[in-house]
């Protein structure tokens, strides 16, 4: 007896008309609850239309890194979505870079206001303020359950040692600078920080490896940076020694930072909490041996509701913008950082040109800019590798 099996195995076809895009290959027909075409081929469907005929897949994924698998015979077969890099990552970095400059002006402006304002020129005593102040602030947090924090180890304060001491050097003599009214030869030497910083990041061997085009950006913002802040200098010969050893710190202990955080993958904040604590000993001995330490308070308006209120807020923003150096250093890199600051400072050059509270002319006002563009150009290629970089990795997980 002949059973006619069409009827039960093999589902009516219908004709498809744009839905044939969604196939991978095959005529315009297609068996939607077999698979299969009329010719025999599969029918496979790609998921963008998919997100077409339901808009609700796109409102879950709203940015989506797909991935085409290639089969057997060669062509592409399916193309599968996976989350990337969503609208908040996009703007976290760009939104660090914008509180870090905004931190940045107000810290300098408040800092230069209370130290001249009250002659307070004891910057390893601002330093060790502020150490204890984020430790006590990071402390209430995690115990408020507001923010998760590892508990500080010897391991990880070992690990974290060397950049911790630069970095505590370095808070104290940024806040010399501030302090000395003849600190211009000190400015001018920071100039030199993103090329020193690509020297050690070549010394220590990054997984990530720094580019030709890149290299050859740091040089010109470099050089161009340098060309615009050249003068007369009648600067002592301690502010030379100053100034070399704050380029030796600061182009040292960033780069040592991005360099274990690639080794031993830590968050922001732990990285920040150790470094401090690390630092706090340094600065505790460094104050006690230092010969101005018994006129600190006797210096003081501490009877002063003014005074107080002004190195509260110099604590409090000396250190937010330390936790907001770290951030956009291991959002970013070491380089990158350095890069923002010198761009910074020519920017305020600029400024001073602009209001006619610096000497005009036209190869200073070229070099500066030609360093804040490079600059510029820096940062929008880093900011572009870290972005592919996230899709790329999002790429290349498998649904």
Known sequence: MHVNHSSNSTPPRRPVGSFSQMAGVGSGWCNPHSGWDGSGNPCLLALPVVEAAAPWIGSDLPENSRRRIKDGVGGERMEAAVPAEGTGGR???????????????????????????????????????????????????????????????????????????????????????????????????????????????????????????????????????????????????????????????????????????????????????????????????????????????????WSSLIFLGFFCLVLLLGSLLNFLVFLCTLLSSALTMNMVEVAKTNILMLRNIVTHEWTFSLPLLTSLLISISGAGIYVYKNSRQINTGTRKCATEMTI
């Open 91 to 301: 703007c976290r970095l760009p939104a660090s870079w914008a509180l870090y400059m905004l931190c940045s002006g107000f810290s300098e402006f408040f800092s230069g206001v209370f130290i001249n304002q009250y002659r307070f020129n004891f910057p390893a005593f601002i330093a060790l303020c502020q150490a204890l102040l984020t430790i006590v602030v990071l402390q209430l947090l995690r115990q408020a359950g507001l923010l998760k924090i590892q508990p500080y180890l010897l391991e990880s304060g070992e690990i974290f040692l060397l950049p911790s001491i630069c970095s505590g050097f370095h808070s104290i003599l940024t806040l010399w600078a501030v302090t000395s009214s003849n600190s211009i030869v000190f400015t001018f030497i920071q100039r030199f920080t993103p090329l020193a910083t690509l020297v050690f990041l070549e010394t220590f061997n990054l997984k990530k490896r720094i580019s030709f085009s890149n290299a050859f950006l740091v040089l010109l913002v470099t050089s161009c940076s340098i060309f615009a802040g050249l003068q007369i200098f009648n600067d002592e010969v301690v502010v030379y020694i100053y100034g070399l050893l704050n380029l030796l710190f600061k182009s040292t202990y960033l780069p040592l930072i991005q360099k274990i955080c690639e080794d031993h993958k830590k968050s922001v904040v732990d990285v920040y909490y150790t470094c401090t604590i690390n630092s706090c000993p340094l600065l505790l001995v460094y104050c006690l041996l230092h010969p101005d330490t018994p006129q600190i308070f006797p210096s003081g308006s």
